[in-house]
Structures are given as C-alpha cells and as structure tokens.
C-alpha cells in the first residue's frame, strides 16, 4: 500500500524566507572589500570590477576591508575625479591594499591632485603612469593628508603632459593640509611612515618649467620635536622643477635618500626661478631615527650643457641645502652623508650648503664637482656653517669649481662660524679634499673661527689657484679657537698671485693646546709670476696656548720671500715641543 503526504507551506513562511534572503543580498553588497579586484574601463563597476579609480577609492573608503586586498589595473582610465582615499575602517599591517598599476595610465583633467590620501592607511600604489593634463594654476599629483600613515607609492611615473608655467600649488607629492598650499603645516600630521621610492617625476610638454615643487614633506607644528614621523623617499628620479626640489618641514626622522634631481626636460627655453633651491630642511628632529640626506645626486641645472654666463632662464642664485634649525643627538645626529652636487652653473653666487643652527651634525662623504659661479665681484660660499654645534665634517670632496669667471671672485670654501662643543668634545674636520678649484681673486680652502675645540687632520688641499693677474690663496684660516689638533693634513701646489697662506691662525685665548704634527706643505712658485710673491707656510699666533710642532715638513720655492714656520706665543715656554720639523727653502 503506498501512502501519500502532501507538504504544504504557509504564506507567512514564504515571506519570512524571502525576506532573510533579501536581507542576506543586502548584507552581501555592503560587506566589506577582501580579495581580489580589477579596474578596467571597458567594463561597468560591478562585482569585482570598477570601471575607474574614482569609484574603487569610494567603495573601499565607504565600506572598509575584512581582509586584504589586491587590485590590477587592467586599461587606462581618463577622468576628472579625483582618487580620494579616506579613512578605511579594518585596514592594518596584515589588511593591505595593494594596487597594481600594470603600467596603465591614470589621466587626471580635474583641479588639484589626481589621487588624494585623505586619512588612508596601509595603501600601496605600484606601477602606475599618474598623469595630470591640466594647466591650472593648482595641478598635482599626489597629496597625502590627515593622518594618512604606512602608505607607499613605488615604481610610479608621475607626471604633468600640458603643464608649461609654474605657480605656488604645483608639485609631484605633497604632505600638506591644503590643496592650495604645498609648504603649510598646521597642528595637524599629514603622515607618517609612508615611502615614496623608485618613482619618475616629469614632465612631456614642450619647454615645460616644471611644477613649483617636486616633493613637500610638512609635518605638523605641535609635536614634531617628539613625535616620529619616518616618512621615506628613496630612488626617485626628478627630471623637472621650477623652484624646489625637496621641501621638508616641522618634521621628525624622514629620510631622503639616493634620488636624483635634475632639469633633464628643461630646456634654454624652459622658465625657472632666478633663486633655485635643492634641499629645504626646516625644524626637524630625530626621535625614533636621524633625519637623513644621504646620496641625493643633483646635476646639470638649470640644464644640460648651460652656461654659467647665460642669462636667458637661467639660475642667479643657487642654494644647494638649506638647512635652518635641524636638531640631532649624539645617538640621532642629523645626517648630510654621500650627496652629489655637480654641473651647477650660477650667474652670480651661491651656496652649495647653508648649515644654520643646526646641532650634533655628521656632515660625511659629499661631492661639490663643477659649480660655477660668473659674475664678477661677488662672494662664494660653497659650504656656509653659521652657528650650531658639534660637527663632525669628514670625507667630503669640493673640485673642479669656478668662481668669478667674469674677472674677480671671492671663495670661501669652508666657512665655519661659531661651531660651538655641546655634546662632543671637539668638532671634526677631517679626510677632506679641496682640489682644483680656481678663484678670481681670494680663494681659502676652510676658515675656522671662534670658540670651539676641533681635529683637523688628514685632509689635502691641492692644486688650487687664483686668476693668473690677481689673487691670495689660503689653505687653512683659523681664528680664536679652543684645543686644536692638526695633523697629517697635506697641502701642496696651490697658488695665489700675489702671495700664499698656507697656514693662517690667530688664537689670544689662553688656558688650551695647540698641536700641529707630521703635516706636509709644497708650493712651487714659477718665476715667471709676480715678482714680489710672498709666502707664509706654518704661521701659528697662539699667544696663550700651550703648543707642540712636531715632525711637519715644508718644501718652498717662491721668487721673493718665504716664512717656512712662523711659530707665535707670548710665553716661550709655553711652546712645549719643536722637534723634527724639515723645510726645503729655494
């Protein structure tokens, strides 16, 4: 016998299942973003696709991540809206978002930056072409604000296609509040351990001045001197600006390292500051880390292959670093290591480095190669420390530099002023080489003055000359200091017109030590010179000190008169040591 049931379902039940699964949809299409999505504009937003990178930063800005996330780029987009990216609830450092720019091209037509980091955390843009097309008097790349932290942009290209003239609120990157005005800090962080590497700033229009500002870090002015921010710029390549190259202000342990700035999209043709900047640093600290500048390579400005002579777009006054009221410690000293300055060449005068207030510094391993200065009459100071404390200066190299090429120039190659002892014994000046370099008038390798103890050894001066009718050469100018060590420091085949201080000090403060050892000098004057050239090799007034000279050795021709060693002190026997010295007079 079969037996039949019937199944019968109730009319509530039927709504009851249909709205759980209602709500289930609903449920699905608010979640939040995990996996795996693509940007592709031949195709609508939907599922895993978004047609632009407009609505991809909405959604994730809007709904948030539940776990990471991957995102190819699969065509060029071209757009007016902006990428912003807000704050994006559960993102961290396992809930990634990871965009791939496959090598495609965002084209941004729209006002300000294409892409805008407005609070976005652990975001990662990679192999990207960022493409502004405007020529407005505010376009940009890339601007990172309010708190947007542990972010990275990497193997981009960023660049501006129609930008020809330059205003204020143009630039690649900025770490800025304001669109408007890249270099304003408020109380407010922008970022902070973001990195910004491998990346391409430029730009393709026809006698482009290049943006403003290629990058600006602005910290935030209410606890940038405890608070790190660590942000990193590492390996990019700037081909084009039209003032600033680095701007880095009210910030704490950001470190620029090993990119390289030029005009290499410039022309003689191309509009650009009469007062060029490379590095601004302003008020930074070192808490977590130094504050680093290590291996930044800036060449041929304001062009390739210009002439110092030029005044067609050309650059009146070049400032290398500036660098204003930087703060290191003895465990996290500010650090200026291995940068290149080469084939700058400056109509009236520059400053390859102005040092001022800056404290517990190691200044390491930088090249000066080929500056130029034309003009006639005017100052040149390569290397410009005016206050501060507790230098270490080794390995640094300056050559092959001009300066009044026009007729008469004055050169101060290192000019150290009131470089006080706070937290190091003695400020160091050592394993540097000053070599062929030419001045029109004065040239002096370093001088050295007031109130601090410093070791001076093993450094060279070589080969440095003044104009062939005119001139002074100083090696070394040291005045009123503290305890100095001087050894082992070579300087040979220098020529001044009219005559040569090798070494020059003048020191009335009482109660130090003054020892001068093994150092080497040599200078060959041609007889075809100024028949009254004079020349002082050693020549020490240590009225006070307590002095030792010891082993050096001089060897001197000059067609007039010579001062092999002038040893100066009001008190014999306060001169301890005069031993073992040999001078070569002719």
């Excluded at 065509?75 to 961290?92: E, K, L, M, R």
């Excluded at 205003?167 to 304001?178: D, K, L, M, P, R």
């Excluded at 290398?320 to 700058?344: E, L």
């Excluded at 009254?532 to 007034?541: D, E, I, P, S």
Aim: charged share 10%; net charge neutral.
């Amino acid at each position: 016998m079969n037996t039949h049931y019937k199944i019968t379902k109730s009319a509530r039940f039927l709504k009851g299942k249909l709205l759980l699964m209602l709500l289930f949809l609903a449920g699905v299409a608010n979640a939040q973003l995990s996996g795996s999505y693509t940007i592709d504009a031949t195709l609508t937003t939907s599922g895993t696709n978004f047609n632009n990178w407009y609505d991809f930063a909405s959604t994730i800005t809007t709904k948030g991540v539940s776990g990471a996330v991957s995102v190819t780029v699969k065509t060029d987009v071209t757009t007016t809206s902006q990428a912003v990216f807000g704050a994006i609830s559960g993102a961290s450092s396992t809930n990634t978002i990871t965009i791939d720019g496959g090598s495609k091209v965002l084209s941004y037509g729209g006002s300000y930056e294409a892409i805008s980091f407005t609070g976005a955390d652990y975001v990662t843009i990679k192999n990207a072409t960022i493409r502004n097309t405007t020529t407005g008097a505010y376009a940009a790349i890339v601007r990172l604000t309010s708190g947007s932290d542990f972010n990275k942009f990497d193997n981009c290209i960023m660049e501006f296609s129609a930008l020809v003239n330059a205003t204020s609120g143009t630039y690649y990157v900025a770490f800025s509040n304001y669109n408007t005005s890249p270099t304003s800090a408020t109380t407010v962080s922008n970022g902070k351990g973001n990195t910004i590497s491998n990346c391409t700033m430029r730009t393709t229009a026809a006698n482009s001045a290049g943006p403003y500002y290629a990058i600006t870090c602005m910290g935030n002015t209410s606890s940038y001197t405890t608070v790190g921010d660590d942000n990193n710029f590492t390996s990019n390549t700037i081909q084009n600006y039209y003032y600033g190259a680095i701007w880095n202000y009210y910030t704490n342990g950001n470190q620029f390292t090993s990119n390289d700035i030029s005009r290499s999209n410039a022309t003689s043709s191309s509009a650009i500051s009469s007062s060029l900047y490379g590095i601004y640093s302003y008020y930074t600290y070192g808490t977590n880390r130094s504050t680093v500048y290590r291996s930044n390579n800036f060449h041929d400005l304001p062009y390739l292959n210009a002439a110092s002579s030029s005044t067609t777009n050309y650059i009146a006054y070049w400032y290398g670093m500036y660098a204003f009221y930087n703060y290191g410690t003895t465990t996290y000293p500010f650090i200026v290591d291995k940068n290149t300055q080469k084939n700058i060449m400056v109509y009236y005068y520059g400053y390859n480095y102005y040092m001022y207030y800056d404290y517990v510094v190691n200044f390491t391993g930088n090249t000066i190669d080929n500056m130029r200065c034309y003009s006639s009459g005017y100052t040149v100071y390569p290397i410009y420390v005016n206050y501060g404390s507790d230098y270490n200066v080794q390995g640094n190299t300056m050559m092959n530099c001009k300066f009044g090429e026009a007729g008469s120039g004055y050169c101060y190659g290192w000019y150290m002023y009131y470089v006080y002892n706070t937290y190091r014994s003695a400020n160091l000046f050592e394993d540097n080489v000053i070599k062929d370099n030419w001045s029109g008038y004065y040239f002096y390798g370093a001088q050295i003055w007031y109130y601090s103890s410093w070791k001076i050894n093993r450094n060279q001066i070589l080969r440095n000359t003044t104009a062939t009718n005119q001139g002074y050469f100083y090696g070394f100018y040291m005045y009123y200091y503290y305890n100095m060590e001087f050894t082992s420091n070579l300087i040979a085949d220098n020529y001044g017109y009219y005559g040569n201080y090798n070494i020059y000090t003048y020191n009335p403060n009482s109660g130090y030590t003054t020892d001068i050892r093994q150092n080497t000098l040599h200078y060959n004057i041609p007889s075809t010179g100024y028949t009254y050239h004079f020349a002082y090799g050693y020549l020490f007034q240590d009225y006070y000190a307590t002095t030792y000279f010891v082993g050096n050795v001089g060897d001197y021709t000059s067609p007039y008169y010579v001062y092999g060693a002038y040893i100066y002190n009001t008190t014999p026997t306060n001169i301890k040591e005069c031993d073992r010295n040999t001078f070569f007079i002719n």
